[in-house]
């Protein structure tokens, strides 16, 4: 049986049945089916949108009453959902990974599950952080000069740690971890023993703490005594005084003392230990005994070696020829000739003006036998 559409829809009805007879049934209850709703609501209403990225978000607006309003990200996913009052009021919560200045969109969805057109939105930008951080503590400062430094502490977790020299120079720094604890490592080379240092922190927006002093470690004494220096040559100088050389302690100073311990000369051996000291004219004499000894850098004395000034000092000569019989050159320091002694000095040199006056009178009777024997 068909009905007119002016029935409407949901409309309540009855039905009757008659015979032949006219004989009229009990009625029947019944009700014209609802329409089907294919409209969408409007689009929701965005009203507010508050929080930050640490406690996350609330969205607030109103919508058709009973719908469904869902936030979604940018990526289209729904990270938050709620249903509109009576009045149609809604408030959505956000979780804080969504984060500070994200754009995201609300859509309604009736009854009917017709979806509204989506609202755009943006969640609001985190207020500046202008607190800066608790001064970081420094529990421990290990090491030494030689191998360097580690600084340990606690600072706010995520904060950079820096330490600084006496002059401001950041030296090292580090990240807290999320328990506040940080560990910086000094290098080698980067300060020394026993020096004043800061450290301080630096959070995420830059905020810096107050400088919390420290101290590096003062380096074990060394309390190891060098050896004896070794000397392995004395010669004189054109100067009339002494040259003498030898090797002790790489980077120690050796001192040279006479009998009455007198200091008559001193320097510092090199890298490979070894040292030359010059001795002035006059300060010593042929036949003195001297005592050298090497202090190192935590000054620690060896014990004394002995060495002597020699009674004649030989001038190298050098044999040309391939016999090796021929004087070829003295040193230049005697082509300026000798100087005598005056009487009583103990220093006497006519010894020596006598041993080349003879070498050379030898060298030149070989030199006419070797020709007289070239000619035979």
């Known amino acids: 049986m068909s009905l007119p559409g002016s029935v409407g829809a949901n409309a309540d009805i009855t039905a ?15 009700k014209t ?34 719908s469904k309003v869902e936030i979604k990200d ?57 607190t800066a951080p608790d001064a970081p503590t420094i529990t421990n400062v290990t090491g030494n000069s030689t191998k360097g430094y580690v600084v340990t502490g606690k600072a706010e977790a995520g904060s950079t ?16 971890d999320s328990s506040g604890n940080y560990s910086v490592t000094l290098p080698k080379g980067s300060i020394g023993a026993n020096v ?11 905020n810096v703490s107050a400088p919390t002093p420290g101290k590096t470690p003062a380096d074990p004494k ?60 006059g300060s010593v004499k ?17 014990a004394p070696s002995h060495f002597q000034i020699p009674a004649n000092t030989f001038v190298p000569v050098t044999f040309g020829g391939s016999s090796g019989q021929y004087l070829n050159t003295l040193p230049a320091s005697y082509a300026k000739g000798v100087n005598l002694p005056a009487t009583g000095e103990s220093d006497n040199t006519l010894p020596t003006v006598i041993g080349f006056s003879l070498l050379a009178f030898l060298s030149l009777l070989l030199t006419k036998l070797r020709r007289k024997k070239d000619v035979n």
């Open 16 to 30: 009757t049945a008659t015979d032949a007879a006219g004989n009229v049934s009990a009625p029947t209850a019944g």
């Open 33 to 66: 089916p609802a329409d089907a709703d294919t409209t969408a609501p409007d689009a929701p209403v965005i009203t507010d949108i508050t929080g930050n990225s640490t406690d996350g978000y609330v969205v607030k607006g109103t919508a058709e009453p009973g």
């Open 74 to 130: 940018s990526t289209g996913a729904v990270i938050g959902s709620a249903t509109a009052d009576g009045s149609g009021n809604y408030s959505v919560s956000l979780p804080a990974s969504v984060g500070a200045n994200a754009d995201i969109t609300a859509t309604a969805t009736d009854a009917a599950g017709n979806v509204s057109t989506p609202t755009s939105g943006k969640t609001p930008a985190d207020p500046k952080d202008t």
């Open 161 to 176: 740690v820096e330490i600084k020299d006496g002059s401001g120079k950041v030296i090292g720094s580090a990240k807290a």
């Open 196 to 206: 004043d240092i800061t450290a301080i922190a630096i959070d995420a927006a830059g």
């Open 222 to 281: 060394d309390t190891t005594v060098p050896d004896s220096p070794k000397v392995t040559d004395v010669t004189k100088n054109p100067d009339g005084g002494y040259d003498v050389g030898g090797t002790a302690e790489p980077g120690s100073t050796v001192t040279i003392t006479d009998g009455n311990g007198n200091v008559v000369g001193s320097g510092k051996t090199d890298d490979s230990g070894h040292f030359h000291v010059t001795l002035p004219a």
């Open 286 to 302: 042929p036949g003195d005994i001297l005592n050298i000894t090497a202090t190192d850098a935590a000054g620690n004395e060896s």
